[in-house]
C-alpha cells in the first residue's frame, strides 16, 4: 500500500490528523439537513443512490461538486471514471475511493450493494478520495 493509502487509512482511524483544514460534508450539515435531503432524493428518485464524494488527501484537486445521484447498477469502477474526469488528473496519478470509515471496495461492485452495507444513518453514501502521483 502506498502512503497516501496509509494516511488515508490513518485519517478514518485517528480522527482528522493529516487533513484537519478539510471541513466536510458531515461537519457542514446537520444531521436533521442532511436526513431530511437524503430522504427527499430517496423519494422523487427511488432509483439512485444519493451519494456524497470528498477529497481527504493532498495535491488532488477539489471536486467541482461532492453531491450526485447516482443509478444503482453504476459500478465502483464507473464511478471512479467519473470522479476522475471531474477532478482532471493526469493518467499517471492514480487515486483511491474510500466507502464509510476507511473500507476500499471492489470495483466491480455496484453502488447500490455499496449502498446496502454502507450507507450512513443519514440516507447519504460518503465516498472519500486519496491519491498520489504514481509514474513520476
Known amino acids: 500500500m502506498t502512503d497516501a493509502a496509509y494516511k488515508a487509512l490513518d485519517f478514518f482511524e485517528h ?5 484537519t483544514k478539510k471541513i466536510l460534508f458531515k461537519d457542514r450539515h446537520s444531521f436533521e439537513k442532511r436526513s431530511s435531503e437524503a430522504n427527499k432524493i430517496m423519494e ?3 432509483n439512485r443512490i444519493p451519494v456524497i464524494c470528498e477529497c481527504i488527501g493532498e495535491g488532488l484537486p477539489k471536486i467541482d461538486r461532492n453531491k450526485y445521484l447516482a443509478p444503482s447498477d453504476l459500478s465502483m469502477a464507473q464511478f471512479l471514471y ?3 474526469k471531474r477532478i482532471k488528473i493526469k493518467p499517471e496519478q492514480s487515486i483511491y475511493i474510500f466507502v464509510g470509515n476507511s ?3 471492489a470495483g466491480c461492485q455496484t453502488i447500490g450493494t455499496v449502498y446496502e452495507h454502507h450507507k450512513d ?3 447519504f453514501l460518503y465516498t472519500y478520495y486519496s ?3 504514481t509514474f513520476g
Open 44 to 46: 422523487k428518485y427511488s
Open 103 to 105: 473500507v476500499v471496495v
Open 15 to 19: 480522527g482528522k490528523v493529516y487533513f
Open 131 to 133: 491519491g498520489e502521483n
Open 82 to 84: 467519473v470522479i476522475r
Open 121 to 123: 444513518l443519514d440516507g
